[in-house]
């Protein structure tokens, strides 16, 4: 989802750019990894694998920290051979998400589940390997026409449903991947002119909202009643991995890089919608 939007934008800007799939590339094969870089001699990385299933990996954290952990070693190791920069795609879940204000790029991790703990060791593994090359950029809530995601998934259940309850007691930054897509590609320029220190950038929508908000307004948007939607809470939907309450992160950090942050939530789903709509109901 997130890297068919970042190649798009790239084509758009005439940047010249590879995009390796899972079957090009596997991230967890150290000597695999530094050969592609070495091959391509790229001036950027651009990270965009993750196993991003949050339940399984509680059952099968030593997968997922092969895909989240050990693969980001791998990439920030062939890009300190080669002097590339690498931007890694992470996530709010190194949080524990039970702060009441949005979390500054600088604060205390501390992950409640086992893709948090693995994403956190994929971050701590590229800050070491490249500190001075090295950009991690957590985001959260994304979603996009190029793949399966919550919009799209209400967007299919308000044809199919009567009323639904969504729950009203974790609040995020719902954010459109063209959006990420679009800071990635600046962030990476940014470095390439020494315009952008290395570290960590949140990269989230403004502002905020609950599940339950962002599917009243998904429902305003396709012109159907939002008072179908109805709220309830996390008790209602339990998962073998706890979800953050509280996913709010601040985005003070792009100042440095004279880079404005994502902008409200609100805007841009309306902006995507057109897309999302056509993907979900062609």
């Known amino acids: ?43 950027v990385v651009v990270n965009c694998a993750a196993w991003t299933a949050v339940d399984d990996a509680e059952t099968r954290e030593a997968d997922a920290l ?21 931007l890694q795609v992470s996530t709010d879940y190194v949080f524990a998400g ?11 991790t501390g992950p409640r589940s086992a893709y948090g703990r693995t994403k956190l060791a994929g971050e701590q593994a590229v800050l070491a390997a490249l500190p001075d090359a090295g950009y991690v950029v957590r985001t959260a809530w994304l979603y ?27 609040r995020g930054q719902p954010t459109w991947t063209v959006d990420l897509a679009d800071r990635l590609v600046r962030l990476g320029l940014g470095a390439l002119a020494g315009a952008a220190p290395a570290g960590i950038y949140h990269g989230t929508s403004g502002g905020e909202t ?18 179908r939607v109805r709220p309830t809470t996390s008790a209602a939907y339990v998962r073998p991995a706890p979800r953050p309450a509280y996913s709010v992160l601040g985005h003070d950090r792009w100042s440095a890089a004279g880079i404005e942050p994502i902008r409200h939530w609100r805007g841009a789903l309306h ?3 057109p897309a999302l709509l056509a993907a979900e109901r062609p």
């Open 144 to 170: 996009g026409a190029g793949g399966g995601n919550f919009v799209r998934t209400m967007i299919r259940l308000e044809g199919v449903k009567d009323t639904l309850d969504v729950v009203d007691d974790q």
């Open 98 to 108: 039970d702060s009441g204000s949005p979390y500054p790029e600088q604060a205390p």
């Open 210 to 227: 609950t599940w339950f908000g962002l599917t009243r307004e998904i429902f305003r948007l396709l012109g159907a009643d939002p008072d």
């Open 66 to 86: 092969r895909i989240n952990g050990d693969g980001p070693r791998n990439l920030a190791a062939a890009c300190a051979g080669t002097g590339a920069r690498l």
């Open 1 to 43: 989802m997130l890297g068919r939007d970042l190649l798009a934008r790239l084509a758009a800007d005439g940047v010249r750019s590879v995009g390796l799939t899972r079957g090009d590339l596997d991230v967890t094969d150290e000597e695999a990894v530094r050969r592609a870089v070495a091959a391509h001699r790229p001036d």
């Open 271 to 273: 902006e995507a919608f």
